[in-house]
């Protein structure tokens, strides 16, 4: 089982759906680690009663220093073993060094399906630009923000009435799906990174609609 690290900036509610996925016996992944760059950050505590070991390395501490910061981060992923990373809410800008030393190994999931509204106030966007589908991205983060490879999408409806509110909470369950499923392709080595050209996956995804 792949030792994952779930990085996390706030309410964690997808680091609780990947622990959550873990605890399965059959899940090729474990998570070994919960790291925030937010002081408090209310999905920490989640972990800690979870038994999740965690970890805040606070960005404000290193200044305007960004690489310094991770550097910090890296030596910590490296010390517990980690394979995989999580970006779960995650806010943060990588620099090239983070994304660099984890490439093919760092996963991101972001609330639209990309390439379709990259960067934030997604929900605002989608609802503004009148589209009828909206969903989710997980992917493999790369140095351009939001641009990696695409290991899964959910897709979701955009409803009459809806507002940033219930389009938010509409992706977020599809979110909560897709990234346990998506985690569990990268870790069986089924969606790793493509070669130029060449597709990423060889199977349509294994979406679980159980919960
Ligand atoms: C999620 O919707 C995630 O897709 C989004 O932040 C939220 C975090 O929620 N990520 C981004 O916008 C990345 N740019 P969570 O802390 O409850 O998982």
């Excluded at 680091?15 to 474990?30: E, G, K, N, Q, S």
């Excluded at 379709?116 to 983060?141: E, I, N, Q, S, Y």
């Excluded at 140095?143 to 940033?164: F, K, R, S």
Aim: proline share 9%; with cysteine.
């Amino acid at each position: 089982r792949v030792p994952v690290a779930v990085l996390i900036s706030g309410r964690g509610s997808n680091m609780r759906a990947l622990v959550a996925a873990a605890a399965r016996p059959d899940y090729p992944a474990r998570i070994v680690l919960v790291l925030s760059n937010v002081e408090g950050a209310p999905g920490l505590a989640h972990a800690e009663a979870s038994g999740i070991p965690t970890l805040t390395i606070p960005h404000r501490a290193f200044g305007r220093d960004r690489e310094a910061h991770e550097r910090a981060v890296d030596a910590a992923l490296r010390k517990e073993g980690v394979g995989l990373v999580c970006l779960a809410g995650y806010m943060r800008l990588l620099t090239p060094f983070l994304v660099r030393a984890w490439a093919g190994r760092m996963l991101n999931i972001h609330p639209s399906l990309l390439p379709a509204f990259p960067g934030l106030d997604t929900h605002a966007r989608a609802l503004a630009a009148g589209v009828k589908l909206h969903g989710c991205t997980v992917h493999h983060v790369t140095e351009a923000m939001d641009e990696g490879p695409i290991v899964a999408q959910a897709a979701v409806p955009v409803l009459p009435g809806d507002t940033e509110a219930s389009l938010a909470a509409r992706v977020l369950a599809a979110e909560h799906r897709l990234y346990p499923a998506a985690l569990a392709l990268v870790a069986r080595g089924e969606a790793g990174v493509p070669a130029p050209g060449e597709s990423l996956l060889a199977n349509p995804l294994p979406l679980s609609t159980d919960d």
